[in-house]
């Protein structure tokens, strides 16, 4: 698959995402709307704002992995994609098919670490 047409999917896949999250945090949200329960208490497992605060925190990393492939399509766009941005060797098919946004070669993102 070209590296266009496999960001442009992965982004779809990220954005159908987020949206069912944002639908079941809104659920979430106007199910508990007015209910006076003591969830934190609760025996019978975990608080509603426990719940709340997963979902918040995955879809704050959809929606930074939609804007990660964002980036990586304007690299794309500019004719830098698959260039590292830190020695500016290639990044490597085998790198750029596990991860199509990377924007270093392997050498360098370990290095980093």
Same mark, same amino acid.
């Given at each position: 698959?070209?590296?266009?047409?496999?960001?442009?999917?992965? @982004?779809?896949?990220? $954005?159908?995402? %987020?949206?069912?999250l944002? *639908?079941?945090?809104?659920?979430m949200?106007? &199910?508990?709307? /007015?209910?006076?329960?003591?969830?934190?208490?609760?025996?019978e497992?975990?608080?509603?704002?426990?719940?709340?605060?997963?979902?918040?925190?995955?879809?704050?990393?959809?929606?930074? @992995?939609?804007?990660? $492939?964002?980036? %990586?399509?304007?690299?794309? *766009?500019?004719g830098?994609?698959?260039?590292? &941005?830190?020695? /500016?060797?290639?990044?490597?098919?085998?790198?750029?098919?596990a991860?199509?946004d990377?924007?270093?070669?392997?050498?360098?993102?370990?290095?980093?670490?």
């Open positions: 698959m070209h590296p266009e047409d496999e960001l442009a999917a992965q @982004r779809l896949d990220l $954005l159908a995402q %987020a949206g069912q944002r *639908a079941d945090l809104a659920g949200m106007a &199910a508990s709307a /007015g209910d006076n329960a003591d969830d934190e208490h609760d025996p497992g975990v608080t509603i704002a426990f719940e709340r605060a997963q979902i918040v925190a995955m879809l704050g990393r959809t929606e930074a @992995r939609v804007l990660e $492939l964002d980036r %990586a399509l304007e690299r794309l *766009a500019e830098t994609y698959g260039t590292c &941005a830190v020695c /500016g060797r290639p990044v490597g098919a085998e790198r750029l098919a991860r199509p990377a924007t270093t070669c392997i050498d360098c993102a370990t290095r980093s670490r």
